[in-house]
């Protein structure tokens, strides 16, 4: 599903040159957990957004189901984005003057869907997550949590190939963030390829394969059989 090969990334500080990415090369397949770690500085947010299509590369190739996007325009990575990736993001970045159904719905405005069939895919999604009776609640109504939730919601919505998730439980607590964790092994388990990146052992032992970053490069892969992944109950529709 998503090949890298000989990936490159340099950014411009003044008038220094910053080399993020050094040669990447990495294959990851359809229905991979995958979890990037790695300290401050590593690469592994670059790494992630390159995936995501929010940035290209400054060398190297990245084929994605089979097309070559790494030398798309924005427009074309827009519409790669919309249809193949979906989003979870440590801060939620929910819009707090729409309903949690609204939130969901907003993806699949791109699609040119009817208002109808946009609201009952954003329903399913909602109901996907244990979130079914609060479709009229607007953020600010919500846990942490349940925002979180919402973010996946929205992700799922329109059926991408990669569910793409930066740091999904640094805001919230210990209890809430196991309960998060479940709902992405379940995610997993129903057929959903999952890219994480964590800083945080336990979230990455949820994966089925961790690739540690360091100075720009890859340098551990770490793959291990899915009964070693922590199995946790979530508190269905309570977080």
Known sequence: MIALRGIV???AMGEEIVLAL???DLDIGRNEYVALTGPSGSGKSTLMNLIGCLDSPSAGSYTLNGRDVSGMDDVELAHVRNREIGF???????LPRMTVLQNVMQPLVYRGLPVEA???RAAAALAKVGLADRLGHRPNQLSGGQRQRVAIARALVGEPSILLADEPTGNLDTRTSADIMALFDTLHAQGQTVVMVTHEP???AHSHRVLRVSDGRIVEDTRRPPSATPQRPAAAGAA
């Open 9 to 11: 990334k340099r950014y």
């Open 22 to 24: 050094d040669g990447v």
């Open 118 to 120: 946009r609201r009952a």
């Open 88 to 94: 979870v993001f440590q801060s939620f970045h929910l």
């Open 202 to 204: 336990d979230i990455a």
